[in-house]
């Protein structure tokens, strides 16, 4: 297993421990979340949806680079690498 | 928890300048600040005005990139501020939180909501998303 850096949003370290990075071991960009949910049980619900899926405006870098472009969450990740959460920001007035 | 945000005289005009700007449709941003130790009180002495990039419902929805959220957050890092939060525009309607922004929220951030009717900027409200996303705080505008 390779250690990945999962760089913790502000929003979201109260429910990490207040630390702005957790070390995981994984192979792919959904073992690293996977583990850190694991680690961490209150972030699930502001990255997943019920359904299982990363809610529509939960972004996930490796590096540089959006995993929407690479292999999703079966990205492959290496010793080193860091994985950021970036949320997209959507709203407005309803109906 | 009682939360509280101020917002310099000038953060709060520019909020409402640029509401008024863009009506009819949303318009939104990155708010700059800090936050006490304690949590419950945000200084917003920065704005980041951002461009809606939804064409599609412009007047009923905004969106923001990751990458609008990133070179939001560098500058905050370049003033030494955090991004504490955001504000959108409600357009004609009233300035509360939809069920649309409750979908799209993370707790922590402090998300101001301006209701313009007919381009003239009206009531301005302040939220935070509860930890069980179960619905809002509000948090109570002081303008310093």
């Given amino acids: 297993m390779m250690t990945v850096k999962v760089m913790i949003p502000t929003p979201l370290r109260a429910y990490a421990g207040k630390q702005d990075h957790v070390d995981v071991a994984a192979e792919t960009v959904g073992q690293a979340l996977n583990s850190l949910i694991l680690q961490h049980g209150e972030l699930r619900r502001h990255l997943y949806q019920d359904d299982g899926r990363l809610r529509s405006f939960v972004n996930v870098y490796v590096n540089d680079d959006d995993i929407r472009y690479l292999q999703k969450e079966a990205t492959p990740v290496k010793n080193g690498d860091t994985v950021s959460i970036v949320p997209s920001i959507a709203g407005g007035a309803g109906a | 928890m009682s939360m509280r945000l101020r917002l310099t005289a000038e953060v709060r005009e520019a909020i409402r300048e640029h509401g008024a700007r863009g009506y009819p449709n949303e318009v939104c941003g990155a708010l700059l600040g800090s936050e006490a130790s304690?949590?419950?009180?945000?200084?917003?002495?920065?704005?980041?005005?951002?461009?809606?990039?939804?064409?599609?419902?412009?007047?009923?929805?905004?969106?923001?990139?990751?990458?609008?959220?990133?070179?939001?957050?560098?500058?905050?890092?370049?003033?030494?501020?955090?991004?504490?939060?955001?504000?959108?525009?409600?357009?004609?309607?009233?300035?509360r939180p939809s069920e649309f922004d409750r979908e799209h929220a993370w707790p922590w951030y402090s998300y101001i909501i301006l209701g313009v009717a007919e381009r003239e900027p009206g009531e301005m409200t302040s939220w935070r998303l509860a930890d069980d996303r179960s619905g809002y705080a509000a948090e109570s505008i002081e303008v310093a």
């Fill in chain 2, 38 to 95: 304690d949590g419950e009180f945000r200084e917003v002495t920065a704005l980041v005005p951002l461009e809606n990039r939804r064409e599609d419902s412009a007047r009923n929805r905004f969106s923001l990139t990751a990458d609008d959220v990133r070179r939001a957050e560098r500058a905050a890092a370049e003033k030494k501020l955090e991004l504490v939060g955001w504000y959108h525009t409600h357009p004609d309607h009233p300035a």
